[in-house]
């Protein structure tokens, strides 16, 4: 591995400073990707920022207003915190998808999302929460929502100096969801597609991942089922539709026309486990 210069803020205020002092730095949350990334020279960056050491990025605070996860968090930590509430259980199921048990207890939720890979499940299940992250930067802090802090693969809306405080989550009482997945391997395997669905028996808000440059929501489904209702045969209808959001390339994991059919299929399985009540 190359040689860098590590450090470790007190607090997220420092840890913005040494990113705006430093242009070649690297934040270290979990280190689940960045490690890997820097042991196989795909990642050389001079300073490591290692923001565990600031206290206020650690935990999981719940308000009126819904429910912020610290950058530092866990993803175990995350879902052993949202395992009792029922209303945040697609985001529970999209962890539990992630690689193995092992990396869930280093990585994080933020570093997840700060990756912008297009597969990344809890970016799917946020995406559809309509969750969003606070971001702190030397001119001050600013609200993201999910859907605007993605632009392609491996590329965010943050800037050079600005760092994700938190990942909030919206209150979502009365709401229900379903997170479903499918990879060549059933885990510590990226999803070749996955769908997350959120309803509150009036709208229903859908998100695809792994089909296009970011995860993206499938809004022709979404309205059909607004203006229609869900139901056994609308969910059909609206699992068709779906495929319309998606541009999906060929590669390892699947092909073109793999991922659009499996679109359907999981859209389809979500929605109708929905309609019936069995999520």
């Known amino acids: 591995m190359h040689r860098f210069t590590y450090h470790e803020p007190s607090s997220s205020m420092q840890a913005v400073k040494m990113l705006s002092e430093f242009e070649d730095a690297k934040v270290l949350a979990g280190g689940t990707d960045l490690l890997v990334g820097m042991r196989k020279g795909a990642s050389l960056p001079k300073h490591i920022i290692n923001i565990k050491t600031a206290p206020e990025l650690s935990g999981i605070n719940a308000g009126p207003d819904g429910i912020a996860i610290g950058a530092a968090t866990t993803m175990y930590e995350t879902e052993k915190y949202l395992h009792h509430l029922p209303e945040y259980h697609v985001l529970c199921q999209a962890i539990h998808h992630v690689a193995s048990c092992q990396i869930r207890n280093r990585a994080t939720v933020a570093g997840n999302l700060c990756n912008a890979s297009p597969a990344a499940d809890t970016a799917s299940a946020l995406l559809a929460m309509g969750a969003s992250?606070?971001?702190?930067?030397?001119?001050?802090?600013?609200?993201?929502?999910?859907?605007?802090?993605?632009?392609?693969?491996?590329?965010?809306?943050?800037?050079q100096d600005e760092l994700i405080t938190a990942v909030l989550l919206p209150t979502m009482k009365g709401m229900n969801g379903i997170f479903l997945r499918k990879s060549r391997r059933p885990s510590v395997d990226l999803a070749t597609v996955n769908v997350a669905v959120v309803t509150d028996n009036k709208t229903v808000r859908i998100a695809l991942g792994a089909v296009a440059p970011t995860v993206v929501r499938a809004t022709e489904a979404e309205e059909l089922l607004n203006r229609e209702g869900l139901n056994q045969t609308t969910a059909?209808?609206?699992?068709?539709?779906?495929?319309?959001?998606?541009?999906?390339?060929?590669?390892?994991?699947?092909?073109?026309?793999?991922?659009?059919?499996?679109?359907?299929?999981?859209?389809?399985?979500?929605?109708?486990?929905?309609?019936?009540?069995?999520?």
């Open 133 to 159: 992250v606070k971001v702190l930067g030397v001119n001050g802090e600013r609200i993201i929502p999910i859907d605007k802090l993605f632009v392609r693969p491996r590329q965010t809306t943050l800037a």
């Open 236 to 279: 059909v209808v609206a699992a068709k539709l779906a495929q319309r959001s998606a541009s999906p390339i060929s590669d390892l994991r699947g092909t073109k026309e793999y991922r659009l059919e499996l679109v359907q299929v999981l859209t389809e399985r979500a929605l109708l486990a929905l309609a019936g009540g069995e999520a």
